[in-house]
């Protein structure tokens, strides 16, 4: 539309990763879902699944989703390509590594680079990556910041 006025800049919305067609079958979906959401709180986007072919994970809200596609050429990663998530305190970054690391007890496919910090002065960063059958891992980080 001409004339609109943009009240905001551009925000990072989405991730979109090829996989292949039986990942997105019924019984890996489950896995998926069952993964995600238990360690970050994840859901399905129910009306725009297709099997083996559509998976799309809500993350938190409807405008920041993870786009998964059925590709005969799936993506493939070196082992820490990942996209960033963030949290707010150490209590919720513990929380969450908690939760993948009890989920790890239970299935030798979850991939887990444990916590470290980072100190640039006037940031600690603190973080730690973890991945469950996509090829991308995440890494959840926490910005202490001393201003």
């Known amino acids: 539309m001409s004339g609109t006025h943009v009240t ?7 991730v979109a990763m090829s996989v292949p067609a039986d990942l997105l079958a019924e019984e890996s979906r489950r896995e998926l879902l069952r993964f995600y959401g238990d360690v ?8 725009e699944t297709i099997d083996r072919e559509i998976l799309v994970l809500r993350v938190h809200s ?11 050429e799936p ?23 908690a939760a993948a690391r009890r ?30 059958l996509l090829p991308m891992m995440i890494e959840v980080q926490h910005f202490d910041w001393d201003l």
């Open 8 to 14: 905001r800049k551009p925000r990072l919305n989405h």
């Open 103 to 132: 989920f790890a007890a239970t299935d030798d496919r979850v991939r887990i680079i444990d916590k470290h910090t980072d100190d640039f002065g006037v940031l600690k960063l603190t973080s730690f990556y973890c991945g469950f």
């Open 40 to 47: 970050f709180g994840w859901e399905e986007h129910a009306s």
């Open 62 to 72: 409807n405008e920041q989703f993870v786009f998964l596609i059925a590709d005969d």
């Open 75 to 97: 993506m493939t990663c070196p082992p820490k390509d990942h996209f960033g998530m963030s949290v707010a305190t150490m209590e919720e970054l513990d929380d969450t590594l």
